[in-house]
């Protein structure tokens, strides 16, 4: 059974969470404050953390490093922070996912669905992901290339180096900065028109309607996501 650490010191959220949780065969842990929340990680292993950043003791960000600092355990950031300087930093400090308050609750166990699957084990005898298909084109990442309709799509080297980023993290949202540090080089975390350019044109090439992509997804201010 899936265990799942909620940290929040709203009572009236820990309650709806843990009914619901419940009531879809969660194992439910709660902590209050950061200090509880790393002692129970501890302790409980959970299998993902869904973690509010405006704690008592400690912000959420120091507590996502430090769960970082042992584990990968999928996190998944429930805040009422709109501001997107602190969603980036939930993000490049380890956090996999960020839902804002309000929320509805089926978007919630949908995200914390996705983030439980793509931490699974791989199980045994199986490779890599190397493959990933969707209706429209399928990605070869051993082979480095995209087929669509039955045809080699050609990208550029920096269009595959960005669409390898986001296929490997499916599902994930991935912060502008990491993408501009990945695919850019190091020195890079501001320049994001860059990613705006170059995700145009991916949707260009591999979108059924670049205008209303289904694939590379826009999460504003924070980064992007591929959905299958």
């Given at each position: 059974m899936t265990r799942v650490l909620v940290v929040d010191d709203e009572p009236q959220i820990v309650r709806a969470l843990v009914i619901n949780l419940k009531a879809r065969k969660y194992d439910v842990d709660a902590a209050a404050d950061g200090r509880a929340a790393l002692e129970l990680a501890a302790s409980r292993h959970p299998d993902v953390v869904v973690l509010d950043l405006g704690l008592p003791d400690m912000d959420g960000v120091e507590v996502i490093r430090g769960l970082r600092g042992w584990t990968r355990v999928p996190i998944l950031?429930?805040?009422?922070?709109?501001?997107?300087?602190?969603?980036?930093?939930?993000?490049?400090?380890?956090?996999?996912?960020?839902?804002?308050?309000?929320?509805?609750?089926?978007?919630?166990?949908?995200?914390?669905?996705?983030?439980?699957?793509?931490?699974?084990?791989?199980?045994?005898?199986?490779?890599?992901?190397?493959?990933?298909?969707?209706?429209?084109?399928?990605?070869?990442?051993?082979?480095?290339?995209?087929?669509?309709?039955?045809?080699?799509?050609?990208?550029?080297?920096?269009?595959?180096?960005?669409?390898?980023?986001?296929?490997?993290?499916?599902?994930?949202?991935?912060s502008q900065k990491q993408l501009l540090q990945e695919v850019w080089g190091p020195s890079y975390g501001t320049e994001t028109n860059y990613l705006r350019v170059y995700m145009a044109q991916l949707r260009r090439k591999l979108e059924a309607d670049p205008s209303h992509p289904e694939h590379f997804i826009t999460e504003p201010g924070m980064g992007y996501r591929f959905e299958k």
């Open positions: 950031v429930l805040s009422a922070r709109h501001s997107s300087d602190e969603k980036v930093e939930a993000l490049d400090a380890g956090a996999d996912d960020y839902v804002t308050k309000p929320f509805g609750m089926d978007e919630l166990l949908a995200r914390l669905r996705a983030a439980v699957r793509r931490a699974e084990p791989v199980g045994p005898g199986e490779d890599d992901l190397t493959t990933v298909e969707t209706e429209g084109f399928t990605v070869d990442l051993a082979a480095k290339k995209v087929n669509r309709g039955g045809k080699d799509v050609r990208l550029t080297p920096t269009e595959w180096h960005l669409l390898e980023v986001l296929v490997r993290n499916t599902g994930r949202l991935v």
